[in-house]
């Protein structure tokens, strides 16, 4: 009976650890992004990992949609693959009307595209790297980019959103979730502020010691002055 239980239990962890390890590699087998910054407002390089292709098919193309909020996108050269940007025309909000007509409207890049010079096994990983700028948001915004992954049979479309307190979806889109904006800019400026003020103290305390060293050297010279008048005048006496 002993055996029977510990054998059962034995199966039942085996089934549990099975269980745990699946999911693990369902959740790492995911296109997520890591960044260098998350602060609001900040300039980031966002880098996605690509850890398998479409169900067993190796992967030729990776279509990286740019969110409205993000203007420009520099992608990093990988040697393996190929780049092309698609743009849109893009007018700033703040612009007027007036002031601002759609010939002078400037672009906004809506996708990046690398397409494989050779398909990516699906049994290996490759890395891919955007340059951009996070926009202004709330700590805990979220800057979705999502992205079409197409393979020599199929395509994966990781575009799901993750809503809070909800179970992940199967193919979530790589996110960055926004930080609180960097004062980086202001803690710059008041130190500098700081060095000036340092300066100007330094520059002011070091002017008495300057006067006082004149002063001294000319009470030297006057006392020096002051020994010569009274040789001579003993000297006078003497020759008397």
């Not at 693959?81 to 809506?110: H, N």
């Not at 060293?213 to 020096?224: E, K, P, Q, T, W």
Request: charged share 15%.
């Amino acid at each position: 009976m002993q055996k029977r239980l510990a054998a059962g239990g034995a199966v039942t962890l085996g089934v549990a650890a099975a269980i745990v390890l699946g999911t693990a590699a369902s959740a790492s087998a995911h296109v997520e992004a890591t960044s260098t910054s998350s602060a609001a407002g900040s300039y980031t390089t966002a880098t996605f990992s690509v850890p398998h292709g479409c169900d067993g098919s190796p992967t030729t193309k990776l279509q990286f949609h740019v969110p409205s909020s993000v203007i420009e996108v520099t992608p990093t050269v990988n040697p393996n693959w190929d780049i092309t940007k698609a743009t849109e025309p893009y007018t700033s909000p703040s612009a007027s009307a007036d002031d601002e007509t759609a010939a002078d409207a400037g672009e906004r890049v809506t996708s990046i595209t690398y397409t494989a010079k050779t398909p990516l096994p699906a049994d290996e990983r490759d890395t891919f790297s955007l340059s951009f700028s996070l926009p202004d948001g709330k700590p805990g915004d979220v800057v979705a980019i999502p992205v079409t992954q197409s393979c020599e049979q199929g395509s994966t479309e990781w575009d799901q959103e993750q809503k809070a307190g909800q179970a992940e979806p199967e193919h979530p889109a790589p996110s960055i979730t926004l930080t609180a904006a960097s004062t980086g800019d202001d803690d710059h400026h008041a130190a500098a502020a700081t060095d000036d003020a340092t300066a100007t103290s330094t520059s002011t305390t070091s002017q008495p010691d300057l006067v006082g060293r004149f002063l001294g050297l000319g009470g030297l010279v006057v006392g020096a002055a002051g020994l010569v008048v009274a040789v001579a005048a003993t000297r006078r006496r003497s020759a008397k």
